[in-house]
């Protein structure tokens, strides 16, 4: 973010003169005090605004160009602290959240977040939790505790958004995938049922006579389908392992679906019997570190009883540091045996990351297409998945 978008945040102004609002506007965007050209004067709320801007950002654009550190927010945990209270006083949340990025970015400033009086004046969201993350090693066991709420704050909040459809979608996918060929009235499927009996049309009648009928049981509560989230745990996957661990604790919650969940780096570590808590999924892994693809489909690969029923995801910038050919010798293996292969280059809110093109389009020569995914759209992929259908991937995402 630039001070310019930050300053285009702010609300309108308490006169009523447009010209005289435009001014005040481009007074802090430009942040160039007398200099700026626009002889306005900021006091009182304008100018604490503008402080914050300065801060993190410098003075005007032109100012601050190619040397951010020069920015005033100081390197002490106490003026750093003051420093997010005023920007959560005079940005709206969204605002607030980049532009605390922007300052452990530009200025250095992750080594504060290891103390406990910092964590509790940031606002937290994925990123920071990603951040976090990163740092757990170096975490002191007196700022463990605090990071760890904050951790557990955001997973709450994303459980709240995400659970709910996430598990009506799936079950709906888990209805439709165990079609019975002579179902109970309750249980036909329509729309399936009349394609399938075009052809007996009787016109007179204005009718289909349904020779055959076309229905789905109900998912009983046994397993019907079994899901391994394979989730690279590089520095550059952080949000996406922070949204995989919420899913993953979705989906081990419902009973008709087996769920694995497995991180990886150079190393694999399974961490299914962590997921009834995301909070000590996420503590378990290491942010960071290089990347061995094939080796963590080897593992994922060990754990199949079932190809014809189990959904692979691999959540993977695609970076391999291992053996590239045996990887897509085990992609190809498991989709020959009946498994459904995922590839999601990212599971986030933002767009399309820098990924391996080269391995994404080895990828798709499997019939693997490989894309990013935005955490709202997962459940539609995953559903698709359960019945083997296309998957639902977005156009602009997509390395075909």
């Not at 550190?69 to 959240?97: E, K, N």
């Not at 499927?189 to 007996?200: E, F, P, Q």
């Not at 698709?384 to 296309?390: L, M, Q, S, T």
Request: hydrophobic share 40%.
């Amino acid at each position: 973010m630039t001070r310019g978008a930050a300053a285009g945040s702010v609300e309108q102004g308490a006169g009523g003169d447009p010209a005289a609002e435009r001014l005040r506007r481009w007074r802090l965007v430009l942040g160039g005090e007398s200099a700026d050209g626009t002889g306005c004067a900021l006091g009182g709320r304008d100018a604490a605004m503008d402080g914050a801007l300065t801060a993190l950002y410098g003075g005007g654009e032109e100012k601050g160009r190619g040397r951010e550190r020069s920015a005033g927010l100081g390197a002490s945990a106490p003026s750093v602290a003051r420093w997010l209270g005023d920007i959560r006083t005079y940005f709206p949340s969204s605002v607030v959240q980049v532009m605390q990025r922007d300052a452990i970015d530009r200025l250095g400033l992750s080594t504060l977040l290891l103390e406990p009086e910092m964590l509790e004046a940031v606002e937290a969201d994925v990123h920071l939790v990603g951040t976090l993350l990163s740092l757990n090693k170096a975490m002191p066991e007196t700022t463990k505790e605090t990071a760890r709420a904050v951790v557990r704050k955001v997973v709450e909040d994303l459980e709240k958004r995400l659970a709910t459809r996430t598990r009506a979608t799936l079950t709906g996918a888990l209805d439709r995938s165990a079609r019975v060929s002579r179902p109970r009235h309750h249980d036909i499927d329509w729309n399936r049922t009349i394609a399938a009996n075009l052809k007996n049309y009787l016109p007179e009648y204005r009718t289909v006579v349904p020779e055959r009928l076309i229905g789905y049981g109900r998912a009983s509560q046994s397993v019907k389908k079994e899901v391994i989230l394979c989730i690279d745990q590089s520095g550059s996957m952080a949000a996406s392992v922070v949204y995989a661990s919420v899913f993953g604790a979705v989906l081990g919650s419902m009973r008709s679906i087996s769920t694995r969940l497995v991180v990886f780096d150079t190393n694999v570590v399974d961490l299914t019997d962590q997921l009834d808590d995301p909070v000590e999924v996420l503590f378990g892994t290491q942010l960071g570190g290089g990347t061995d693809i094939n080796r963590a489909l080897a593992y994922c690969q060990s754990q199949i009883t079932r190809p014809a029923d189990t959904v692979v995801v691999l959540i993977s910038d695609l970076y391999e540091g291992g053996i590239r050919d045996e990887m897509l010798k085990r992609v190809a293996a498991m989709k020959a045996s009946g498994v459904q292969f995922v590839t999601l280059l990212a599971l986030s809110d933002e767009g399309t990351p820098a990924y391996d093109r080269e391995h994404a389009a080895a990828l798709a020569a499997l019939d693997a297409p490989a894309f990013a995914c935005t955490p709202d759209l997962f459940p539609e992929v995953m559903a698709a998945a359960i019945e083997r259908r296309p998957l639902p991937i977005p156009d602009m995402n997509t390395h075909r």
